[in-house]
T-cell receptor, first 113, second 112 residues
Framework: EAGVAQSPRYKIIEKRQSVAFWCNPISGHATLYWYQQILGQGPKLLIQFQNNGVVDDSQLPKDRFSAERLKGVDSTLKIQPAKLEDSAVYLC???????????FGEGSRLTVL | GESVGLHLPTLSVQEGDNSIINCAYSNSASDYFIWYKQESGKGPQFIIDIRSNMDKRQGQRVTVLLNKTVKHLSLQIAATQPGDSAVYFCAEKPSGTYKYIFGTGTRLKVLA
């Protein structure tokens, strides 16, 4: 069974530029999460989807971050404009339901210069 | 506020010894907990979970203990191996939510 796929693995941009990350969850997984992991810290939830609806986006900086999950499968996370403090690994995870094991992708590492 | 913390940022253990990684959580209403292992450059990997109606759960070489009285969670790894070297996170799910809150992590170093 294929795992959670993310791309790109690495991205370097200058501040005020924009960037987009893509996630393809495990087939059949209804719940999809985007986490931000700053170096030396635990993952912080940015947004959670149930199918194509948003369950929780309370910690998403909506002035610069946006995410969508059209058709309830793939998802994209966009940052525009990026700030230095956005440098982090962006992890996508999926699960069958809202309770149980989260399966994580390998993450997209963003460096903002 | 909501937070999950760990007592020790780094734990060094001799190969073959048992490891104990601790976690303190702040939300007494949390009803589900997970331990994750994260190796360098990879995403977190599920190790074991436990519901709040349990005190102990065992897996292969790992045991999770939950003490709701003091809001403490621990992960015990038996016969620690070099491949166990990683950062370990505990995560809690507050009751009535579908949000998983991660702690800051403990780095486990296995000494040969």
């Amino acid at each position: 069974e294929a795992g959670v796929a993310q791309s790109p693995r690495y991205k370097i941009i200058e501040k005020r530029q924009s960037v987009a990350f893509w996630c393809n969850p495990i087939s059949g997984h209804a719940t999809l999460y985007w986490y931000q992991q700053i170096l030396g810290q635990g993952p912080k939830l940015l947004i959670q989807f149930q199918n194509n609806g948003v369950v929780d986006d309370s910690q998403l900086p909506k002035d610069r971050f946006s995410a969508e999950r059209l058709k309830g499968v793939d998802s994209t996370l966009k940052i525009q404009p990026a700030k230095l403090e956005d440098s982090a690994v962006y992890l996508c995870a999926s699960s069958l339901g809202s309770l149980g094991e989260l399966f994580f992708g390998e993450g997209s590492r963003l460096t903002v210069l | 506020g909501e937070s999950v913390g760990l007592h020790l940022p780094t734990l060094s253990v001799q190969e073959g010894d048992n490891s104990i990684i601790n976690c303190a959580y702040s939300n007494s209403a949390s009803d589900y907990f997970i331990w994750y292992k994260q190796e360098s450059g990879k995403g977190p990997q599920f190790i074991i979970d436990i519901r709040s109606n349990m005190d102990k759960r065992q897996g292969q070489r790992v045991t999770v203990l939950l003490n709701k009285t003091v809001k403490h969670l621990s992960l015990q790894i038996a016969a620690t191996q070099p491949g166990d070297s990683a950062v370990y996170f505990c995560a809690e799910k507050p009751s009535g939510t579908y949000k998983y809150i991660f702690g800051t992590g403990t780095r486990l170093k296995v000494l040969a």
